[in-house]
């Protein structure tokens, strides 16, 4: 069985779940501005021109960063549902997960903001998390040089036993990638 699950919280409208958007907040935050504060962050989102007239002042920068930060909680406990069903089903320890963003924002990082206009690291250096099946060689191993996510394919491939040789060659398993 191939899954692939596209999760797209992280990208405008932001709406995430309330009770993780109050942990990032300040604690003195008004309950009754939350709904304001994220309509200011999608519009700010969807300026088609991507680029601010001037930097975020550091309290906005900081409520940028608490919806964004709330969104990724959002996306993981989501995600930790799905892990949970997994277990459950006794699938987990048999399973391949290779979890990735698609890309980066700038959330206000070289006055700019979302993920259009550039390629700078922001929006290019992504986290990469692939857990081979318990089975699998190289399992267990961490890896912190970054690498290219255009090779998830080959590694899925090689994992599970279809792999052509050129394939296998371009797996993240191999330690020269």
């Known amino acids: 069985v191939f ?7 992280v990208h405008v409208p932001y709406d995430p779940d309330r009770r993780l958007l109050q942990r990032f907040l300040p604690p003195s935050f008004p309950e009754r501005q939350v709904s304001s504060l ?29 919806i964004y930060d709330a969104e990724v909680a959002t996306q993981d406990a989501q995600l930790g ?22 890309h980066g924002d700038h959330l206000g990082d070289k006055d700019r903001v979302n993920h259009g206009f550039g390629v700078y690291q922001p929006l290019v250096h992504v986290p990469l998390i692939v857990r081979a099946p318990s089975h699998s060689p190289g399992s267990g191993e961490v ?12 590694t ?22």
């Open 3 to 9: 899954l692939f699950i596209n999760l797209m919280g």
């Open 38 to 66: 994220l309509r200011w962050a999608n519009y700010l989102q969807i300026d088609f021109r991507n680029w601010l007239n001037e930097p975020l002042a550091a309290e906005k920068q900081m409520l940028l960063n608490a």
């Open 81 to 102: 549902v799905f892990l949970q069903r997994l277990r459950d089903a006794r699938r987990f320890e048999r399973t391949m997960l290779a979890i990735v963003a698609d």
């Open 143 to 154: 890896h912190e040089e970054p690498v290219s996510t255009r090779r998830l394919f080959h």
């Open 156 to 177: 899925v491939l090689a994992t599970a036993g279809a792999a052509t040789a050129e394939e296998e060659e371009l797996a993240l398993s191999d330690p020269t990638i």
